[in-house]
């Protein structure tokens, strides 16, 4: 029964991101981002809502007026119109419409479309991830040493994470191959899917930023954490993903050294030191 609804949910909304990714690439002044969004939402949303009306949806718009709100058992959409605005408003092409469904608090679907270099990442749970309707997995990296990582450090700049970011920065640099930083929560997470990073770590992100890709990343045969070696929490997204489990030990390994400093130096008054 429920894989003849998502299959239904599918064939409705591929096409309407397809058609919202239309309006991303129009060639017209790429400033008036709320102009996009709006557009955007007025496709993807509207038309889902008037289909489902009584599902529910989380995203930014809706939390602007209502908060974020409690994840329930309803067919929840949870929708990011574009993610890596920063990439987007210079005409950089890491930038894509984020859409997943959560039924009964499961991740089931994500659909993850950039219309740049039209790359369509989609997975339904259990029935594997594809770009561009390849099947698609990640990479066998397990050795940290080799592993290029995304690290989405612009996120630093929040007080709240400055400091958990600078020393896990500080003990990683030291060790890994090479440092990516991306501006698209969603489109690292899919290129940690499709073996193109070994890595990607977030804190301080939003349910809409996190929905579609930890599902792909994980029907792509990836591994997902919380940054504390916990379960990964949608409402709470701060996730390492990772092609291996064994690199995400060794990931954790690091950052619990470099959580352990922070804190002795908070305790004994020391600030920050690179
Ligand atoms: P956005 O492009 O939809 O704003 C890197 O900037 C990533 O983090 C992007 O996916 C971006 O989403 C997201 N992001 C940017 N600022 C953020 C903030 N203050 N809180 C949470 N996520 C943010
Ligand atoms: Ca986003």
Not at 99 to 128: C, H, R, S, W
Not at 235 to 253: C, G
Request: proline share 4%; glycine share 8%; with cysteine.
């Amino acid at each position: 029964m429920l894989k003849m609804e998502v299959k239904a949910y599918y064939d409705f909304v591929l096409p309407l991101v397809r058609e919202a990714g239309q309006v991303e690439t129009k060639d017209e002044i790429y400033d008036e981002v709320t102009e996009y969004d709006r557009k955007i939402e007025n496709i993807l949303i509207r038309r889902i809502k008037e289909k489902w009306p009584h599902h529910n949806f989380i995203g930014e718009e809706e939390s602007h007026m209502n908060g974020i709100g409690e994840l329930t058992r309803n067919p929840t959409w949870i929708i990011d119109p574009i993610d890596g605005t920063s990439n987007f408003v210079r005409n950089m092409r890491d930038t894509c419409i984020s859409v997943g469904l959560v039924i009964d608090k499961e991740q089931i679907m994500g659909i993850v479309f950039n219309p740049f270099n039209d790359e369509l990442y989609t997975a339904v749970k259990g029935q594997g991830a594809f770009l561009n309707g390849l099947r698609i997995h990640v990479n066998q990296e397990k050795d940290i040493k080799k592993s290029i990582f995304n690290y989405e450090l612009s996120l630093a700049r929040n007080p709240k994470y400055y400091e958990l970011y600078m020393y896990r920065l500080k003990h990683l640099i030291q060790i890994i191959n090479g440092f990516r930083s991306l501006g698209s929560a969603v489109l690292g997470l899919c290129y940690v899917a499709v073996g193109r990073l070994d890595a990607y770590q977030c804190d301080g992100l939003y349910p809409w930023d996190a929905a579609a890709g930890v599902l792909i990343v994980r029907e792509a045969g990836g591994y997902v954490c919380d940054t504390r070696g916990g379960e990964f929490d949608l409402m709470d997204p701060n996730f390492l993903a990772t092609s291996t489990k064994e690199l995400s030990d060794q990931f954790m390994e690091i950052e619990r050294k470099a959580d352990e400093e922070r804190l002795n130096d908070l305790e004994n008054k020391k600030p920050f030191k690179p």
